[in-house]
């Protein structure tokens, strides 16, 4: 990993904290705000694997909460 050997502490501490803000809003179910959070992740460091898993995740869970919020919105529609 070459990022790995000419990050700063400080760009580490970033990087990581950066990751695990994203994995709690990925939990609490806000997968947007969570992948802003992975792409800068991954600006510091492209190689990152637990940013680049857990930005899977979020956006798998992102697209469902699309999926969710048209069914929603049709069954608003359908109920009046």
């Known amino acids: 990993m070459p ?3 000419t990050m700063k502490p400080q ?3 970033l990087k990581e904290g ?3 803000r994203g994995a709690a809003l990925t ?3 806000r997968a947007r705000e969570a ?3 992975f792409d800068a992740a991954l600006h510091i460091d492209p190689e990152d694997a ?3 898993k857990y930005r899977e995740i979020a956006r798998k869970r992102g697209r469902e909460e699309l999926v969710a919020a ?3 919105k049709r069954r608003r529609a359908n109920t009046r």
């Open 3 to 5: 990022y790995m050997t």
């Open 11 to 13: 760009e580490k501490q």
């Open 18 to 20: 950066l990751v695990a």
């Open 27 to 29: 939990n609490l179910g």
């Open 35 to 37: 992948l802003r959070d």
């Open 50 to 52: 637990n940013a680049l």
């Open 70 to 72: 048209e069914d929603a």
